[in-house]
């Protein structure tokens, strides 16, 4: 775990800690990471069949309770849940001999989950996990030893009183017509480079350096635009060689996704260059007079560099990845893993979805990585 801290994506915020050394300070924040998104894959292979089922229960009933809105539907589905695991936790640690140290007495609390529920609605609005990050919040506000509490009412209440003032027009005017907006400052195509192409929705980050593509990855770019325009690789022609190499991307939606050539530069980073990429793929491709058929399909992959490259008087945004060979799913326990990389390929940037982390784990002396999706799992 300590080696795949720096594997995890930015979307989980604090990578995960040792559990054995640190599960005394967590914060529910990291319980909650480390019960859907680790505890599977790390039990996985370690324990039998019988009882990973049983624990993939508590983590399927912990992922519906803390979700914002939770349907009535779903309450008897994460009460079974809970039920399911009680069961199976009192059945193989509460029959005594050593393992019965492991089975507190607290464990009932569990069977009291659902009746919160419904008295006082979803967990977010009752349970630590918000306390704990609004507590964090209004700690800066604390500067006084003396009169903590009075030091944090008034500076919360000194707040609030500033943002009313520009519902009154006479200091709306005064005060906050000095503040004027800043102006949108334009940046040189070497730090910062997008096109009306995507709307400018998309956009590329230093470092940057002009090079020249090889013959392998001519090819995998004719592939590409031949992807793009439902042609024939073969009816693509003067490919130029020259292309523009950017080493960060940021998204339509506000995140930055980084590429390994920049991580080279930067080893304390966290590695925030997997990614899940939406695929619109024809299924007829081969057969290039037959009508088109189009599905989306998500794939999984590391990004080497960005890339704008210009074909047609038309720039456009690239990734060039290398894809996972074989993605493998277990339904029962809804794990996703591949054990090994596949070849690579150019995909357009409007294609990236999102970061994911690839969380490596020996077993049998076999490394498989498991997808760590916050998306998906939460």
Same mark, same amino acid.
Request: overall charge positive; charged content about 25%; hydrophobic content about 40%.
């Given at each position: ?65 803390? =979700?914002? !809105? &939770? +349907?009535?539907?779903?309450?008897? %589905? #994460? ?48 349970? =630590?996990? !918000? &306390? +704990?990050?609004?507590?964090?919040? %209004? #700690? ?38 000095n503040f004027k907006e800043k102006e ?45 325009f439902q042609k024939n690789t073969s ?144």
């Amino acid at each position: 775990m300590e080696q795949s801290r720096s594997h995890m994506p930015p979307d989980i915020g604090r990578p995960p800690r040792n559990i054995v050394k640190h599960s005394a300070g967590f914060k529910a924040v990291e319980w909650a990471n480390w019960i859907i998104l680790f505890f599977l894959p790390l039990l996985k292979g370690r324990l039998p069949q019988s009882n990973l089922l049983g624990w993939s229960r508590f983590v399927e009933a912990v992922k519906l309770c803390i =979700q914002p !809105l &939770i +349907e009535f539907e779903e309450l008897d %589905l #994460i009460r079974n849940l809970l039920i399911e695991f009680y069961n199976h936790y009192a059945n193989s640690y509460g029959v005594g001999g050593e393992r019965l140290l492991a089975f507190l007495i607290s464990f009932h609390y569990l069977l009291h989950v659902i009746d919160s529920i419904e008295d006082f609605g979803p967990c977010r609005g009752f349970w =630590q996990f !918000l &306390i +704990e990050r609004f507590c964090g919040m %209004l #700690i800066p506000l604390v500067s006084s030893q003396k009169l903590p509490y009075v030091n944090l009412f008034n500076n919360v209440l000194m707040q609030e009183r500033f943002k009313y003032l520009q519902l009154l027009p006479i200091y709306n005017e005064k005060v906050f017509s000095n503040f004027k907006e800043k102006e949108k400052k334009t940046w040189p195509v070497h730090r910062v480079y997008s096109n009306e192409l995507y709307v400018h929705e998309y956009e590329f980050y230093s470092p940057f350096v002009n090079c020249v593509l090889t013959k392998n990855e001519v090819i995998k770019l004719k592939q590409c635009y031949a992807a793009i325009f439902q042609k024939n690789t073969s009816e693509i022609t003067d490919i130029k060689e020259n292309y523009a190499k950017y080493g960060k991307l940021r998204t339509k939606d506000g995140k930055i996704i980084s590429s390994k050539w920049w991580k080279k530069e930067n080893d304390s980073s966290r590695n925030d260059f997997c990614v899940a990429i939406n695929l619109t793929v024809d299924l007829q491709e081969r057969n290039y007079r037959a009508p088109l058929n189009l599905r989306e399909e998500q794939i999984f992959g590391q990004i080497e560099y960005f890339m704008v490259h210009e074909f047609q008087n038309q720039e456009r945004m690239f990734a060039y990845i290398r894809k996972i060979k074989k993605l493998e799913k277990n339904s029962s326990v809804n794990l996703k893993f591949f054990d090994s990389f596949g070849p690579l390929q150019y995909v357009e940037v409007i294609g990236i979805d999102r970061n994911v982390g690839f969380f490596e784990v020996f077993l049998e002396k076999k490394k498989y990585y498991y997808i760590i999706d916050k998306y998906e799992n939460w």
